[in-house]
C-alpha cells in the first residue's frame, strides 16, 4: 500500500479522471475480488467479553484513534464496562504480538504509535492475529474489547461495529484500492456495520448514499491545546491525511510560519528533524506535531517539539451511549 495518497483518490467530481486511475481500474477489480473471498472464506473465533470495533473503509487515517478514546471514557464513565482494554493490530511496529503493552517501557518503534497513545489511556494489547489478542485480554481479566481498526479483519466476532467517516475526505473517488483510497465499498461495509460516525461536515455528499434505516452519529474534532497562543509555530506531521491536521491548527488560530507534511507513520531521522528545527529557527517558532508524531521521535527530540492534543465531541453525546447499550444488550442475550 502506498504511503502517501496520490491526488487523483481525493479528485472532485468535476477533474478528468487521470490515465493512471484508469490504469489501476483493473487491480481494483482483482483487489474487489480478493476481498469477498477473503469474507467467505475467514473462520470466526469468539471470546465471552464484548467486542466494540471501530473502523473504516478506506486507506489511512479518518479519526478512530481520537473516536475509540472518546467511546473508551464513556464506557467508563457511564458504567458500561469497568476494565475496556484496546486491541491493536499494532500497525508500524516489529512486535507481533499478543503483547499488552507497558506504556513507560515499550516504544512506538515496537508497537507502533496509535497503540502507544492508547496505552497510555487505557490497556492495550497488540497482535498481528487479532483473536489471539482477544484471548489474551480475556485471559487477563478485562471485561470489554475496544478494537482499532478491525472493520476488514473478520477473524473475531464483534458485538458492535461502528463505520468512521470523515466528512471532509468522504470516501474519495469512490473505488478500490490501488484505484482509489476505498478498501472496500460502502455497501459491504455497511454490511457488517451496526452504526455510522460523521466526523466533522458532510462536504463530498455521503450521508445521502447512507439508507434511512442506519444510525448516524455526527461528531468533530476539538482542540485540547493549551499553549502560549501567541506563540508562532512550524507543524509537521506523518499521519493518512497531513493536511487535516495543518487544518486543525488553522482553524484554532494557531500561528504558523510554515508546514510539511510526510507519508503515514513516517520514521523520523534525525536530518529530518534539524531540517524542521532549521525551517523553525528561521522565523522565531517552535515546531508542534500530532500526538502519534510525538511518539514516533526521539526522547531527545521530544524535549524540542510540542504536541498538540485533540478529542471528539458528540452532537448528541446521551443518545450515543444508549445506542451502545441497547446494541450490547441485544448481541449479550
Known amino acids: 500500500m502506498m504511503n502517501k495518497a496520490p491526488h487523483f483518490w481525493y479528485r472532485t467530481r468535476q477533474e478528468d479522471t487521470p490515465a493512471l486511475e484508469k490504469l489501476l481500474n483493473p487491480f481494483s477489480a482483482l483487489y474487489g475480488l480478493g476481498h469477498l473471498i477473503n469474507l467467505k472464506t475467514t473462520k470466526k473465533h ?3 467479553i464484548p467486542v466494540i470495533c471501530v473502523g473504516n473503509i478506506i486507506a489511512g487515517g479518518s479519526g478512530k484513534t481520537p473516536t475509540l478514546q472518546s467511546i473508551q471514557r464513556l464506557i467508563i464513565k457511564h ?5 475496556p482494554c484496546f486491541l491493536s493490530r499494532g500497525y508500524g511496529g516489529t512486535e507481533k504480538g499478543p503483547l499488552l503493552i507497558d506504556a513507560e517501557k515499550n516504544n512506538a518503534l515496537e508497537v507502533g504509535d496509535e497503540p502507544l497513545l492508547l496505552s497510555r489511556q487505557a490497556p492495550a ?7 489471539k489478542g482477544a484471548e489474551l485480554i480475556e485471559e487477563n481479566g478485562f471485561d470489554m ?7 476488514q479483519n473478520l477473524s473475531l466476532f464483534k458485538d458492535l461495529t461502528f463505520l468512521v467517516i470523515n466528512g471532509t475526505q468522504g470516501l474519495g473517488n469512490g ?5 482509489g483510497p476505498l478498501r472496500e465499498t460502502l455497501c459491504t461495509g455497511l454490511k457488517r456495520a451496526q452504526a455510522v460516525i460523521f466526523i466533522g461536515e458532510d462536504k463530498r455528499g455521503i450521508k445521502e448514499k447512507i439508507p434511512a434505516d442506519t444510525p448516524i452519529f455526527d461528531a468533530h474534532i476539538v482542540s485540547k491545546f493549551t499553549g502560549d497562543a501567541n506563540q508562532t509555530y512550524f507543524g509537521f506531521a506523518g499521519i493518512g491525511h497531513p493536511d487535516k491536521f495543518l487544518r486543525t491548527l488553522e482553524k484554532n488560530n494557531i500561528k504558523l510560519s510554515g508546514f510539511k507534511g510526510f507519508p503515514d507513520h513516517h520514521p523520523y531521522s534525525d536530518e529530518d528533524i534539524e531540517d524542521l528545527l532549521a525551517r523553525a529557527k528561521k522565523n522565531g517558532a517552535k515546531l508542534i506535531t500530532t500526538e502519534k508524531d510525538y511518539l514516533r521521535l526521539s526522547k531527545r527530540h521530544q524535549l524540542q517539539i510540542t504536541p498538540y492534543p485533540i478529542a471528539i465531541e458528540w452532537k448528541d453525546e446521551e443518545n450515543f451511549v444508549g445506542f451502545i447499550k441497547q446494541s450490547l444488550e441485544n448481541t449479550r442475550k
Request: charge should be neutral; hydrophobic fraction near 50%.
Open 125 to 131: 494489547v497488540i497482535s498481528q492475529v487479532r483473536y
Open 46 to 48: 469468539t471470546v465471552k
Open 175 to 179: 473505488k478500490l484500492i490501488p484505484a
Open 145 to 151: 474489547i475496544l478494537m482499532d481498526d478491525g472493520m
Open 79 to 83: 458504567n458500561i464496562a469497568e476494565t
